[in-house]
């Protein structure tokens, strides 16, 4: 008999149609039964002896919250026996309803509920205690998960007692996964979580990865890239990652249609095993970055969101470095530009922030001026140290994407057909704030706010901390600048000021969107299981 190993995950969700993610035991079939009638089935396929299925569900009436049970080759497998959250449910959408944003990055899976907690409370656990304990209240219309979902590179101590039954942890990659099964292992540890579970089972969910899914600092620069292929392990560790990740997340961020036309998951379905496939998949991809499109649209009424790659898609030659490639430049200009007027908020999900502290902006741009050679081979090798020591690798370490980024925001923010907001969502950094740019010739339209939200769960040190908040001082200005003529930089085409935080904790932000009219929230997790607002206002113009 087959079982449910791990799931359901709703996933995609719109006016009519659903996908709904799950993992079982064995080759079955599943099937998701909804208590209006509506169903989807669906042959489970298999990469490296484990067993998905991801069940489309159309045909589902505009605007209702119906509850859903999943079956596995016709035995009821969800809701579990005796558990105590209500039933999961499918919410379809009218295009004048109001949405909910909620996002976040930067989750290390919880210990036991009986365990010590050494990072604080988690917050997308206390979320699913709120949701649960009011299933008709306020809930989030879809979550935005910005990365670093599973830390492969910061396993939790059961995780490496469990590697440690499977190899030698003092060989490299030591107390990091090293191979698809070991990443599976990750899923388990962080999606088994009986909240998340269940809350990932009830609210849609869109995701993107950032390094630690595959490890810290992932593609900073060729020099490192170059290291890392030159080691043992890393190849392994990237298909797997790669791999586990197409299987666990980008899947689900596919609408039912996108899926119909993917020859991919066209031919993974098709094999008796398809690892092989997936594998090849991700050799491609490591290979040629430009090969492979993890960015993705969604649109959700009036409302469009752009899941940006910023890790996966870059170029890193010194002297052409872009954070995105020509192709996925290109994609992203087009589904930003396209029918213009037809959407009253633009959402850029991008894991790393787009506008920083104002000292590691300069910081940032300085250093990747000294990789490229402005002042010489010496101060071009002590720019690569400093740049993997610091973590120097976002937007403002290609200054050309952040200046082909701020030129497309004030064209699409800009004209008759403006949209109210154009919000760049971010995370990575383990802090929270609100940062408004402004151009020299005027500013867009729309209200343009870098929104960034880090951590979900996980911690930042104290220096650090101290660090973000005399990043926006006027004196780390000053030392910016001394840093940014020193590497003969260019000025950068927008100015900025902090305009919320920074806040630190485990917290979620939610953007409650309805017609041209935005609103922000700030919530932290408590001891207590509680979100604690710190912070609401109202973001759009008009």
């Not at 996908?19 to 509506?38: M, N, Y």
């Not at 830390?151 to 990091?176: K, Q, V």
């Not at 990789?371 to 200054?399: S, T, V």
């Not at 769960?457 to 101290?466: A, E, G, I, L, T």
Request: aromatic share 10%; net charge negative.
């Amino acid at each position: 008999m087959a079982e449910l190993r791990l799931g359901p995950l709703l996933r995609y969700a719109d006016g009519s149609s659903a996908t709904v993610w799950v993992e079982a035991s064995r080759p079955c079939t599943a099937e998701v039964r909804c208590a209006d009638g509506s169903r989807g089935e669906s042959r489970t396929f298999q990469v490296a002896g484990h067993h998905y299925a991801l069940v489309a569900v159309t045909g589902l009436p505009p605007g209702t919250s119906t509850p859903y049970e999943v079956y596995l080759d016709g035995a009821q497998v969800w809701p579990l026996p005796e558990s105590p959250f209500p039933p999961s449910v499918i919410r379809t959408s009218l295009e004048e309803d109001d949405l909910r944003v909620t996002f976040g990055s930067c989750r290390w899976a919880a210990p036991a509920a009986d365990a010590h907690d050494p990072v604080g409370p988690d917050a997308l656990d206390t979320l699913a205690a709120r949701v649960a304990a009011e299933p008709d209240g306020e809930r989030p219309d879809v979550l935005l998960l910005l990365g670093d979902q599973v830390y492969a590179d910061e396993t939790s101590e059961a995780t490496r007692h469990w590697l440690a039954a499977r190899r030698d942890l003092n060989e490299a990659p030591g107390s990091g996964v090293a191979d698809y099964e070991e990443y599976t292992r990750l899923y388990y540890e962080s999606w088994l979580d009986p909240e998340i579970r269940w809350l990932l089972s009830t609210v849609p969910s869109c995701m993107i990865f950032d390094d630690h899914d595959v490890i810290d600092d992932w593609n900073t620069s060729a020099a490192w890239l170059e290291d890392m292929r030159a080691t043992s392990w890393w190849r392994e560790r990237l298909l797997s990652g790669l791999m586990s990740y197409w299987v666990y997340q980008h899947l689900g961020n596919l609408s039912p249609s996108e899926l119909a036309e993917d020859p991919l998951y066209a031919a993974v379905r098709e094999a008796p095993d398809a690892t092989d496939e997936l594998r090849a998949f991700a050799s491609t991809a490591d290979a040629d970055a430009a090969a492979v499109r993890w960015s993705y649209r969604r649109d959700f009424g009036r409302v469009r969101l752009l899941m940006v790659d910023s890790r996966a898609a870059r170029v890193l030659d010194e002297q052409n470095r872009s954070m995105l490639d020509p192709g996925e430049a290109d994609w992203l200009r087009e589904q930003v530009l396209d029918a213009p007027g037809s959407y009253d908020h633009l959402l850029l999900g991008t894991s790393l922030p787009w506008l920083l502290p104002h000292l590691v902006h300069d910081a940032e741009a300085w250093d990747a001026a000294l990789c490229r050679g402005e002042r010489g081979a010496r101060w071009a090798r002590f720019g690569e140290k400093l740049r993997r020591r610091a973590d120097l690798e976002h937007w403002a370490a290609f200054p050309t994407s952040f200046t082909a980024l701020a030129d497309l925001i004030a064209t699409a923010g800009s004209g008759p057909g403006a949209p109210a907001t154009v919000l760049v969502m971010s995370g990575d950094v383990h802090h929270a704030y609100v940062a408004e740019p402004a151009w020299p010739d005027g500013a867009p339209d729309a209200r343009v706010l870098q929104l960034t939200c880090s951590p979900v769960h996980n911690s930042v040190p104290p220096y650090m901390r101290f660090g973000f908040r005399f990043g926006w001082s006027a004196v780390a200005r000053g030392l910016g600048r001394r840093l940014a003529r020193h590497g003969r930089c260019a000025k950068p085409p927008v100015t900025w000021r902090r305009t919320g935080g920074p806040w630190f904790g485990n917290q979620l932000m939610t953007l409650t969107l309805r017609g041209r009219s935005a609103r922000l929230r700030l919530e932290q997790a408590r001891p207590d299981n509680e979100l604690e607002t710190v912070t609401e206002s109202t973001l759009s113009r008009t």
